[in-house]
C-alpha cells in the first residue's frame, strides 16, 4: 500500500503533504517500508535516533547550511517550512525536507534563531543545551517529483530514501515533525 492511498497514511507524510497541498502539487507516491530494506549508505543514513543534521555532517565530513524553498508562520504558533540542507562549500544538497516546528515550544533566543532561518534545526538544538530526543517513526521510499528532481538536480522520477521524525522535549512534546529525504547516493 502506498503512502498515498488511504487518509490514516497521509499523516506517516505529514509535513511533507501539507506542504504540497499548499503549494498545489500531487504528494509524491511514497510507501511506509521497514528499516531494513533500505540499501546502504541510506541505512545508515536514516536508521538511528539522532538528528539528521550532525548525522550529514559526520558522513560528509563537513558542516551542512540551511536553505528554505517555502515557509509559513501559522497564529497557533506553529512554523511549517520546506528546506534543503546543503554542504558548506560545494553547496551539493544533501537533505530536502518538510518540517512543521512547535515554536512556542522554545524559548528564546532558540526561537528567534529559528525564526532567522540561517541554521538548521539540528544545529540550533545541539549548541543551545536544550534536552530533546529524536525518534523516526516511518522509513520510506519516494518517487521523486518535482521539486525534489530540481534540488537533487535529477533528469526524471527515481526512488529515493527517506524517513518521518519526530522531535521531543524533555517533557516529551513534539518540538518538531519532520520528513527527511534523501538524494541519490552510490554507496
Do not use: C
Not at 536508521?47 to 497557533?76: G, K, Q, S, Y
Not at 512547535?102 to 532558540?110: G, I, Q
Amino acid at each position: 500500500m502506498t503512502a498515498t492511498d488511504s487518509a490514516p497514511q497521509t499523516n506517516v507524510l505529514s509535513p511533507l503533504a501539507e506542504a504540497h497541498q499548499r503549494a498545489g502539487r500531487p504528494l509524491p507516491p511514497a510507501v511506509a517500508i521497514l528499516s531494513h530494506e533500505i540499501p546502504e549508505p541510506y541505512r545508515s543514513l536514516l536508521v538511528h535516533d539522532r538528528d539528521m543534521t550532525r548525522t550529514l555532517e559526520n558522513f560528509h565530513a563537513r558542516r551542512v547550511h540551511l536553505e528554505v524553498l517555502n515557509r509559513r508562520r501559522d497564529p497557533d504558533g506553529t512554523y511549517w517550512r520546506e528546506v534543503v540542507l546543503r554542504l558548506d562549500g560545494s553547496n551539493e544538497p544533501v537533505e530536502f525536507g518538510a518540517i512543521l516546528i512547535h515554536l512556542d515550544r522554545f524559548p528564546e533566543p532558540w526561537r528567534s534563531q529559528i525564526l532567522s532561518e540561517h541554521l538548521p534545526l539540528g544545529t540550533i538544538l545541539n549548541s543551545s543545551g536544550l534536552q530533546y530526543s529524536s525518534k523516526p517513526s516511518a522509513y520510506l521510499r519516494f518517487a521523486s517529483d518535482g521539486i525534489v528532481q530540481q534540488v537533487f538536480e535529477l533528469s526524471g522520477p527515481i526512488a529515493l530514501y527517506g524517513r518521518r521524525n519526530t522531535l521531543r522535549n524533555a517533557q516529551g512534546e513534539a518540538l518538531a515533525e519532520i520528513i527527511e529525504i534523501l538524494p541519490p547516493r552510490h554507496a
